[in-house]
């Protein structure tokens, strides 16, 4: 990919005299960030667009990245593409658009275990509702992201221990294991749903690829980010949730429960793949609240 990050790193040092720290750190961040853009099929750096940087801000944040860190790369990415502009290598700033990375975090949104129950139990015994029920029992089971789903192999799952092996960015994986009825529903996927999915694949998409996957859609392909969020969004008005759902949602759900029930902060990190365990804080807070609550309710001198 064409880039334009040395001549960049010269005008930070030559013309803003950063420091060797700062410089290092922004030289990370802005190669992190061109690297991120060549994977998507980026050929050259000044195609950046506004929805490229949210959408790798977003992953980064989805990844755990501390509060800092965020905040530093946000600004590094800033200040690189302003810097495109200002020289004319692009005609429009696109990240104008993109506020600095704000510390504060919202609080956030989950089902209780009564709604994941109805929302597990909605999808019928046909072969698309044998794969929705898999797909809405892994992404319970095992907190993991959108995008490592869909990009999951079939070889990457071992049914007959139970767990799955979940790639991350820069040839990372890690190892979750699998409940007893999260198993039973990919089981029953692979051997009823799967092969009739696969058998109307045309392999259009992934160049004759598409069997490798372990979820396809209805055309026999790989599932895509987009179609998961409709399935998503169709268990929950089926279910009867009454509230939008989302898939970062049953990630939230995943780890809330997992805390509630005793499981420490070291195991949860490796198992949703953060690297750095004060992302783990807004859950949490999500758990020393219920705990505030269930006191109040019960103890005689609350």
Not at 155 to 162: A, D, H, K, P, Q
Request: net charge positive.
């Amino acid at each position: 990919m064409k880039s334009y990050s040395e001549q960049y790193l010269r005008y930070l040092k030559e013309e803003r005299e950063m420091s060797k720290n700062t410089l290092d750190a922004y030289r990370r961040d802005v190669r992190e960030f061109e690297h991120h853009l060549e994977k998507e099929g980026v050929d050259d750096a000044a195609d950046v667009t506004r929805d490229k940087i949210r959408t790798y801000l977003e992953s980064l944040r989805e990844k755990g990245r501390s509060q800092s860190t965020m905040s530093r790369k946000t600004s590094a990415i800033r200040s690189y593409v302003t810097y495109l502009y200002k020289e004319g290598i692009i005609d429009s700033n696109p990240s104008a658009g993109v506020k600095p990375y704000r510390t504060e975090r919202k609080e956030i949104d989950y089902l209780t275990l009564n709604e994941i129950d109805r929302l597990l139990e909605s999808p019928d015994d046909s072969v698309k509702g044998i794969r929705d029920r898999a797909i809405l029992e892994v992404m319970y089971a095992t907190g993991i992201r959108v995008t490592e789903l869909t990009a999951m192999l079939l070889s990457e799952v071992n049914l007959t221990i139970g767990f799955v092996t979940c790639r991350g960015d820069f040839g990372k994986a890690r190892i979750i294991p699998l409940g007893h009825m999260c198993v039973e529903a990919l089981k029953r996927y692979v051997e009823e749903s799967r092969s009739k999915l696969l058998a109307s694949s045309c392999h259009s998409g992934d160049g004759g690829k598409a069997g490798e996957y372990l979820f396809l859609n209805y055309h026999g392909d790989r599932l895509t980010r987009q179609g998961l969020w409709k399935i998503v969004s169709t268990y929950a008005e089926k279910s009867g949730l009454n509230r939008k759902l989302t898939p970062q949602m049953l990630r939230n759900s995943f780890a809330v429960h997992m805390l509630q029930n005793g499981a420490d902060t070291k195991t949860m990190k490796e198992l949703m793949g953060f690297e750095d365990s004060a992302a783990l804080q807004v859950y949490q807070n999500v758990t020393k609240n219920k705990l505030k609550e269930v006191y109040d309710k019960t103890h005689p001198r609350a």
